[in-house]
C-alpha cells in the first residue's frame, strides 16, 4: 500500500503557504530584533504591545486587528523555532490534504478563535501572542482528516501519524497546565477551531464526501462559540488608549523639565556673575520656570485619573513634583522682588530642588 504522505506529495508537490507563514514569523521575528529592541531570547510585553500582541485592555479598545498580528508575533528565539518546526511538520501535510487556500483559512481561523479564547480567560492579566493557537489548529485538522482516511492508511502509518499528532496535542496541552507562561487557552481554541474548520472546508481521497449536515453543524457550532466567546470577554481594567495617552504626556513632561532644568542653571551662572538685577532675575524665573510649570501642572491634572492604569501612579507623582517646583520657583520670584534694592544679587541663585 503506498503512504498517504506519497500520495499527497504527488497530488501536491509544493507547500507555499506553509513556507510564506514561516518566512512571515521569522522576518517579523527579526525585524523586532533589528529595529525594534525586542530581546533574542526574550522579548518586553512594551515591545510586544508595539507590534501587535492580545492583550485585554488594548485589544477591546477598538484594535480587535491584535487577534490576527498577535498570531506573527514571537517571545524569543526558542518560542520562534519550536513553533516554525510544529508548523513545517503538520503545515505540510495538512496544505497538502486540503490545498492551499483552505489551508490558509483553517490557518487564520483557528489562530483567531484560539486568540478570542485566551482573550476571555487571561483578559487583563497577560500579553499573548504565537502562531502555536493557529498550528494546533492545523494538528485538529490533520487528526480530522486522517480519521476519516483511516480505512486506506495501513495500520502503521495510521498510528503513527494520528496517533503522533494526538499524544503531541495532549502532551503539549498538558505541559501547558504545568509550566506559567504558556497561552493554553490559544492552543485548545485552535484546536477545537481548527477541527470544526476542517469540517466545513472537508477535503478527502477515498473517503466519502463529508454531509452536508455535518457541515452546517460544524459551521454553525463555530459561530456560536465565536459569538458567545466574544459576549464573555472580561471588562478591561482601564483604557488602553488612556495608558497610552498618559505614557505620550509623561515623556513630554521629562523633555520639558530637563528644559526647564537647563533654563535654572543659566539663571544660577547669571546670579553669580552679578550681570542681572533682582527683577530681572525674578521676572526670567517667573517667565521660564514658573509659568511652564504652571502650563504642566494644568496640563497633568487633566489627565485620566483612573488609579488602575500603569502609568497612574507616575502621573501622581510627577503632578506633585511640577507643583513643588512651582510654589518654589513663585517664592523664589516673589523674595527677588521683595529685596529692598534693585541692585544685581551678591550670591548665587540655587536650583530649589
Not at 510564506?20 to 504591545?49: C, E, K, R, T, Y
Not at 501535510?93 to 478563535?113: D, P, S
Not at 513663585?330 to 530649589?352: H, W, Y
Request: aromatic share 10%; net charge neutral.
Amino acid at each position: 500500500m503506498i503512504s498517504i504522505y506519497d500520495r499527497l506529495t504527488y497530488r501536491s508537490p509544493s507547500t507555499p503557504m506553509t513556507n510564506i507563514i514561516i518566512v512571515l514569523n521569522v522576518g517579523i521575528f527579526a525585524a523586532m530584533v533589528i529595529f525594534a529592541g525586542a530581546g533574542f531570547w526574550h522579548s518586553p510585553n512594551d515591545v510586544q504591545l508595539l507590534w501587535g500582541a492580545n492583550f485585554g485592555p488594548a485589544t477591546q479598545d477598538g484594535e480587535w486587528w491584535r487577534l490576527g498580528t498577535a498570531m506573527f508575533l514571537h517571545f524569543g528565539v526558542m518560542h520562534l523555532l519550536l513553533n516554525c518546526l510544529s508548523l513545517w511538520e503538520a503545515g505540510q501535510l495538512v496544505e497538502r490534504m486540503y490545498g492551499r487556500w483552505r489551508f490558509i483559512m483553517i490557518y487564520v481561523l483557528a489562530g483567531l478563535t484560539g486568540n478570542l479564547l485566551s482573550l476571555v480567560v487571561q483578559g487583563n492579566q497577560a500579553v499573548s501572542g504565537g502562531a502555536s493557537g493557529a498550528i494546533f489548529g492545523v494538528y485538529g485538522a490533520a487528526l480530522i482528516y486522517l480519521w476519516r482516511e483511516r480505512a486506506a492508511i495501513s495500520a502503521r502509518e495510521f498510528k503513527w501519524l494520528f496517533g503522533g499528532g494526538c499524544a503531541f496535542s495532549i502532551i503539549t496541552i498538558v505541559l501547558g497546565f504545568i509550566i506559567p507562561g504558556i497561552d493554553n487557552a490559544a492552543h485548545i481554541g485552535g484546536f477545537i477551531a481548527g477541527g470544526l474548520v476542517s469540517i466545513v472546508l472537508s477535503q478527502s481521497m477515498t473517503a466519502r464526501l463529508m454531509p452536508v449536515m455535518h457541515k452546517s453543524m460544524a459551521a454553525t457550532v463555530l459561530l456560536l462559540a465565536c459569538v458567545g466567546l466574544a459576549s464573555n470577554i472580561p471588562e478591561p481594567k482601564y483604557r488602553w488608549s488612556d495608558e497610552l495617552l498618559l505614557r505620550s504626556e509623561i515623556n513630554a513632561f521629562m523633555y520639558e523639565n530637563q528644559a526647564i532644568n537647563r533654563t535654572w542653571l543659566e539663571i544660577a551662572h547669571e546670579s553669580k556673575q552679578g550681570s542681572k538685577t533682582f527683577e530681572e532675575l525674578a521676572s526670567k524665573i517667573d517667565f521660564a520656570v514658573s509659568k511652564p510649570y504652571q502650563a504642566q501642572v494644568e496640563k497633568l491634572s487633566k489627565l485620566p485619573q483612573d488609579p488602575e492604569l500603569p502609568s497612574a501612579q507616575q502621573l501622581e507623582s510627577l503632578l506633585e513634583y511640577a507643583e513643588t517646583r512651582k510654589n518654589q520657583s513663585e517664592e523664589l520670584v516673589k523674595g527677588l522682588r521683595n529685596q529692598p534694592t534693585q541692585d544685581a544679587p551678591s550670591k548665587e541663585i540655587n536650583n530649589p530642588d
